[in-house]
């Protein structure tokens, strides 16, 4: 497996945990009945959520392009993608572990 496809996959894998994370702090800020500090807080995080999704689908926008930006193709740059991938994956486990226990 090249650099390019780990750093492509991990950017997929954020993409999709990303998407979720926003759609779930969305339905919770627009339907839930939270109080205003909690709302506050739900916005920020489907803030960074979808910031994280726009960014994961960028940067596989870019590596998918023409020229396939050489600096998608390095180690280091599959190395920098873990850290987005593990956030994003984090908040989605956080997510599916209330959902199943409440």
Known sequence: ??????ASALDA???????INSAYFSDRLF???DGAARRLAVFVLAI???????????LLATAAGPDGAP????????AVRVLPFAGAAGVSALIAR?????
């Open 1 to 6: 497996m090249g650099w390019r496809t780990l």
């Open 13 to 19: 894998g954020t993409a999709i945990c990303s998407g």
């Open 31 to 33: 339907f839930g009945v």
């Open 48 to 58: 960074v959520s979808f910031g994280a999704f726009i960014e994961a689908i960028a």
């Open 71 to 78: 600096v998608t193709a390095s180690a280091s740059w599959a």
């Open 98 to 102: 209330g959902a199943l226990f409440r």
